[in-house]
């Protein structure tokens, strides 16, 4: 039997200091399938953690500075879940959105993101992203995954100073770069 709200709701005065009467108490939000059962628990999977950038350089020149990315709020954590195809210059990624505070998978630009490390992912959210997405990974496991952590952060760092070469940082500048040489 699927629960629903109406099924056993109690009008009588004396339940006033129980659980609400719309949830019985031996009840917790669940993830639901289609057929109305619980589903299988998720195991445990290593992804790849991210921080976004908290400022970022953008405009002519790159004079301008914008906080975060479109989606993110700078500094938020993201699990990247692969790459595409072609190279590893925009990375697929599952992140809180800046706005609705949800669980959204995304595409983001390698140089905006910083401090990749490995990561055990336990949270049921993530996990049914990460199956439902068919990015292509290549790593595995906890040392697989530290390994191409490492190369995303090289990569990453060399994308950032590559973007706007021999162009002077606006001043007072809070890019990346400046806030992690302490130069600001």
């Not at 299988?40 to 976004?52: G, H, I, K, Q």
């Not at 954590?77 to 990624?93: E, F, N």
């Not at 599952?94 to 905006?112: F, S």
Request: hydrophobic fraction near 35%; glycine fraction near 10%.
């Amino acid at each position: 039997m699927t629960w629903t709200p109406a099924d056993d709701v109690d009008v009588s005065p004396d339940t006033t200091d129980a659980w609400p009467a719309s949830r019985p108490p031996d009840s917790a939000p669940v993830l639901t399938v289609s057929s109305g059962e619980r589903p299988a628990e998720a195991e445990p999977r290593w992804l790849m953690a991210a921080n976004v950038v908290r400022w970022r350089r953008y405009g002519k020149g790159g004079q301008e500075l914008r906080p975060g990315t479109r989606v993110c709020r700078g500094g938020s954590k993201v699990y990247v879940i692969g790459y595409r195809p072609g190279g590893s210059d925009v990375l697929t990624a599952i992140g809180r959105g800046r706005h609705t505070g949800t669980y959204v998978t995304l595409e983001l630009a390698t140089r905006h993101l910083h401090t990749f490390r490995a990561a055990l992912v336990r949270s049921p959210a993530v996990l049914l992203r990460d199956a439902e997405n068919g990015s292509g990974r290549d790593w595995d496991g906890p040392e697989g995954t530290a390994e191409r952590a490492a190369r995303f952060e090289r990569q990453a760092a060399e994308e950032r100073g590559a973007r706007w070469p021999g162009v002077p940082h606006p001043a007072p500048c809070r890019c990346h770069e400046c806030l992690a040489l302490g130069s600001a």
